[in-house]
């Protein structure tokens, strides 16, 4: 990266940006992926199959620039060019000029077409370009090179892109696909082994994977069928076994010994590969993977610092900035984390219906549950948290952590107010859980009282279908009476009054979550507070609070459709 205001005496950017696009335009990526190890004579030899897989083993940890960058959708400006990856008529691959026209984001793919004199030759593009779902270039097709054609983005080099980082992406990319071939078809022959034969775990094994994967009080106290435990282990069994023979099979045909086999798994392997036999057993032909390399045993348990850091330096640095150097702080954060995740358990909303009832009573009962958790966190909730602090830190005196402070300067600096500001943040993520919490559960059940579709014919055939079998009555209640003017029918609760009355019981539980007191006064009060500080907490017009009011209302709307005919 080049800054773009540069200081007198050093090199202008458009001096250094010149120098590095005559650097990238002189390299050869032919040469470049050469040199990291790859065999062009293979890789020309490869199904088509294998350009569709190679992306999907890109890595993007190379990518130095965002889609948005490397090709900007701006009017006026020259479209970017770069070298793209192609398949020439004798099988041999070759990166070619191309402009590059368009980007999908999503897929990381680019949309690139040949210039003159790379389009005159008989190429075909390596990746199945032409049936990329979603291509707006439908029809491009190998037979028109100079057409426009989608191609990943491991397959083009960009001309403002660094060839040398460019030759390890793809060289990486090839080499993660034929290894994980190799692995596949490794682990598919260990499936295809026959696993009759084969011992199965015994029963002092069987029992000791039972004491492990059931060493808990709730599972231990239920009697749960582990037959399925059982036979996963016993299959995971089997196939180790398979692939110990495997291994074993593959040395022998590399010494001539079994026995000899570990010392030399590497000759085993490229004899199995070749199709040695092995004590009247046919190897076929087949790669397989590289040996696990042993890892060596450390002669020492520790780690040995470098001569030039300084412990000791550091351990005090970090003392001085770390809270957790007492143990009253470590309690204290313990119990309130505790209580905070009692909070997170409750909930705003009464999403438990047993019965129909009236509008009225529903909002009874929802305000009931909104009171009673808004209490519990003005009265029990913020005055427990604040009990903890003090008994934990009454009988730790003057210092970092003094209660009795009486000059503010002083509580500015102090370990004291870094550990309130803690405990502050925790409360307001606290509250922010309860309220996220909160609102998808009452979102997800208004949803499920409201999943029925009602298909309304005729006044005499209604069908209703119903997509929540577990809920056995609807969630309100209302009448069909006669209209006050005479002039008809109406229902008991106006339909306008259930979606506003709904809402408004959503809107009044969030807004509970508002006034809450910080801790901070509270606890210091021998310092001078100028104000009330309060808790930071969700708020109407937050982004998840209205998609949730937005959910809530829509399902409301498309249930009530059917009462307005």
């Known amino acids: 990266m080049v800054p773009f205001s540069t200081k007198p005496g050093e090199t202008p950017r458009k001096v250094q940006i010149q120098r590095k696009r ?4 002189c390299q050869d990526i032919h040469q470049l992926v050469s040199q990291q190890g790859l065999n062009f004579e293979q890789l020309s030899r490869q199904p088509p199959e294998y350009w569709d897989h190679i992306e999907v083993f890109d890595d993007t940890d190379h990518e130095s620039r965002n889609p948005e960058q490397w090709v900007p959708r701006i009017p006026g400006i020259p479209k970017s060019q770069g070298k793209v990856a192609v398949r020439c008529q004798d099988g041999s691959i070759s990166w070619m000029d191309a ?44 037979s028109t090179p100079s057409a426009p054609f989608w191609i990943p983005r491991v397959q083009l080099c960009f001309a403002a892109e660094d060839p040398a980082l460019y030759a390890k992406r793809f060289a ?26 084969v011992p199965q775990l ?48 593959a040395a022998a045909a590399g010494t001539g010994n079994a026995a000899q086999g570990e010392s030399s798994a590497a000759e085993g392997y490229a004899a199995a590969a070749a199709g040695a036999s092995v004590v009247g057993v046919q190897l076929l032909p087949l790669v397989l993977p590289p040996a696990e390399p042993v890892k060596p045993v450390p002669a020492k348990g520790t780690v040995e610092v470098p001569a030039t850091y300084d412990f000791r330096e550091q351990l005090s640095e970090f003392s001085f900035r770390t809270l957790l150097t007492k143990p009253e702080v470590i309690h204290a954060l313990s119990k309130i984390r505790l209580e905070s995740s009692k909070v997170i ?32 966190l003005r009265d029990n909730w913020s005055a427990s948290t604040k009990n903890i602090i003090k008994s934990a830190f009454k ?13 503010f300067e002083t509580y500015r600096f102090s370990k004291l ?10 409360m307001e993520d606290t509250l922010r859980f309860l309220a996220e919490g909160s609102m998808r559960k009452f979102v997800t059940f208004m949803q499920g009282c409201c999943s029925d579709v009602v298909d309304v014919a005729s006044t005499s055939k209604v069908t209703v279908d119903s997509k929540d079998l577990s809920r056995k009555a609807p969630l309100l209640l209302t009448e069909l009476v006669v209209a006050p003017e005479g002039g008809g029918f109406a229902y008991s609760t106006p339909v306008e009054t259930i979606h506003s009355k709904i809402i408004a019981v959503f809107d009044r539980a969030i807004s509970k979550l508002q006034g809450l007191n910080q801790l901070e006064p509270g606890i210091m009060d021998q310092l001078f507070w100028p104000s009330a500080l309060l808790l930071n907490s969700v708020h109407l017009q937050e982004e998840v609070t209205v998609r949730a009011r937005d959910a809530l209302s829509g399902c409301l709307l498309a249930s009530l459709q059917p009462l307005r005919r």
């Open 345 to 376: 358990k409750m909930s705003l909303f009464n999403t438990f219906s047993s019965k129909s009832v009236r509008l009225e009573e529903f909002e009874q009962l929802q305000t009931a549950a909104t009171d009673s958790v808004a209490n519990h």
């Open 395 to 407: 009988d730790v005196g003057k210092g970092w952590y003094n209660l009795a402070e009486t000059s």
């Open 202 to 249: 015994t029963t002092e094994q069987v029992n000791r994977v039972l004491t492990f994967a059931m060493n808990s009080k709730k599972l231990k106290d239920r009697l749960m069928d582990t037959s399925t435990l059982i036979n996963e282990a016993n299959l995971e069994h089997a196939r180790a076994m398979n692939k110990a023979t495997l291994q074993a099979l």
């Open 417 to 426: 107010r870094r550990f309130l500001g803690l405990v502050r943040f925790s």
């Open 22 to 25: 005559r650097l990238y335009a």
């Open 172 to 197: 990486a990319a090839c080499v993660a696909v034929s290894a994980a071939d190799v692995q596949l078809a490794h682990e598919l022959c260990i499936d295809s082994m026959p696993i009759d034969d």
């Open 99 to 142: 402009l590059v026209l368009d980007f999908d984001s999503t897929g990381n793919r680019y949309l690139v077409q040949l210039q003159s004199g790379a389009a005159s030759r008989s190429i075909t593009p390596t990746a199945n370009t032409a049936a990329y779902p979603s291509s707006r270039t439908a029809g491009a097709a190998a």
